[in-house]
């Protein structure tokens, strides 16, 4: 069928009643109609439209012609309301019913438009013609007129630091954190890489000794610590110096790193009949002949004789805590352990910092155990809280930390600010070295 717009051919139907226009686009036109009719306005109620008949309904047939069999010019194209096309013979229009008025979206007013327009305040005024260089507290400020992009730059070389600067407070004696918790997947290996590297960046000389067999923190400072390696292990079994056995760490000037080999697996076992088997790694650190602003110890995840070395070398302890319930429930222990080095081994050992990790602002589980901790443990949880990144957990994979696999992250930010509170608190409360 050749479409020239309208809905019946009469040059193929071969149908002499009128065709209907597709430009028809309101419900109260119909064809035939006599009566007199306009366009419906908004505040009319619309006509009930009739269901559309069946192709064997008795209704169904064409409206008859006016009376000559022809229209006039001006009949045909008055349009017609569909409830007055009714033919004596109780005859329904259909062509009317199918037709429905596209919807328009509302335009607003000038009125409205002039009521939302924001007026600037007599005081804002005011102050401009009396001052030529008053700013608005509504004018943004640099950090939010600039692009995200710039942003994430500005911290990047904020944390890279390619200056090399002192920009981080040395403390005055070396400070040996050992970072411990008996729960296994809080964050102690990444907390002590990335506050490491952190540290490091910013003008500290910084030493981590890997002391869990898996050798995690030495993955992820791209130190090699397969079997052969010189390890911590001779360290402990053999009496090996700790100069021999630190290397420097590639990218990062002032860290070196002591690395774990599986080896350190059975250095539980052959500890058991060592001489002073608690002290070993305190005597190895102090007998090391450069000096360090900071000595990071990640202990594995367990409260053996290896966690008891590095509680007994270290003079403070940091606990990563996830904000789950989990960690929570064995903290008390580890608390408890603490306890029991400081009365009988180490009297200078505290817990001197508390870092909340893996925090999820999105569940209210999150904020309640940080309400928790700092609750009982006051001043000791850093202000820093380290956040589900996965920056974090993608920087190991290439041999990295966060500081520099993604600086601009969020991850690698707090991380920076969790060290430089470190930092600071160093400063304000100095330690002396465990001899």
Request: aromatic share 4%; glycine share 6%.
């Amino acid at each position: 069928m050749h479409d020239d717009g309208r809905y019946d051919d009469p040059r193929v139907t071969g149908s002499t009643s009128d065709p209907v226009s597709r430009e028809t686009d309101y419900p109260s036109w119909s064809p035939g109609a006599t009566g007199p009719s306009t366009r419906p306005t908004d505040g009319d109620p619309p006509a009930a439209l009739d269901p559309p008949l069946g192709a064997g309904h008795p209704e169904s047939s064409a409206i008859p012609e006016p009376a000559g069999g022809r229209r006039t010019p001006e009949a045909s194209s008055r349009p017609v309301n569909a409830a007055e096309v009714r033919s004596t013979s109780g005859r329904r229009n259909t062509a009317a019913s199918v037709r429905f008025e596209p919807a328009v979206p509302h335009q607003p007013t000038a009125a409205v438009v002039r009521d939302a327009a924001p007026v600037a305040s007599t005081d804002s005024l005011a102050a401009v013609a009396a001052d030529p260089t008053y700013v608005s507290r509504e004018t943004p400020t640099r950090e939010e007129d600039d692009p995200p992009l710039a942003m994430e730059a500005m911290r990047a070389v904020q944390i890279l630091n390619p200056s090399g600067e002192v920009t981080m407070p040395r403390p005055d004696r070396t400070r040996v954190m050992c970072v411990a918790n008996q729960k296994g997947g809080v964050g102690k290996t990444t907390t002590t890489v990335n506050l490491a590297v952190a540290l490091a960046l910013h003008g500290n000389r910084v030493l981590v000794v890997d002391l869990d067999p898996q050798g995690n923190a030495s993955t992820g400072l791209n130190v090699p610590h397969h079997t052969g390696i010189p390890d911590v292990y001779d360290c402990l079994i053999n009496s090996v110096p700790l100069a021999e056995v630190a290397q420097a760490v590639d990218g990062i000037p002032n860290l070196w790193c002591v690395p774990a080999t599986i080896d350190l697996a059975g250095a539980e076992i052959e500890l058991v009949s060592v001489v002073a088997r608690e002290s070993r790694l305190d005597r190895a650190i102090a007998a090391y002949p450069g000096e360090f602003d900071y000595v990071f110890i990640d202990c594995p995840p367990s409260l053996g004789l290896l966690t008891v070395n590095a509680l007994v070398a270290a003079q403070e302890v940091l606990i990563p805590i996830q904000c789950e319930y989990y960690a929570l429930e064995g903290l008390n222990q580890l608390i408890n352990n603490i306890n029991l080095v400081r009365q009988h081994l180490n009297p200078k050992l505290d817990v001197s910092t508390i870092l909340l990790t893996m925090y999820d602002r999105r569940t209210r589980l999150a904020d309640a155990v940080e309400q928790d901790v700092r609750n009982h443990f006051g001043d000791k949880v850093l202000q820093a809280v380290i956040p589900r990144n996965v920056r974090v957990s993608e920087a190991p994979s290439y041999g990295q930390s966060v500081m520099t696999y993604d600086p601009g992250s969020r991850g690698a930010t707090s991380y920076f600010e969790a060290a430089q509170e470190i930092a600071e608190r160093g400063v304000k409360e100095p330690v002396g070295r465990n001899a």
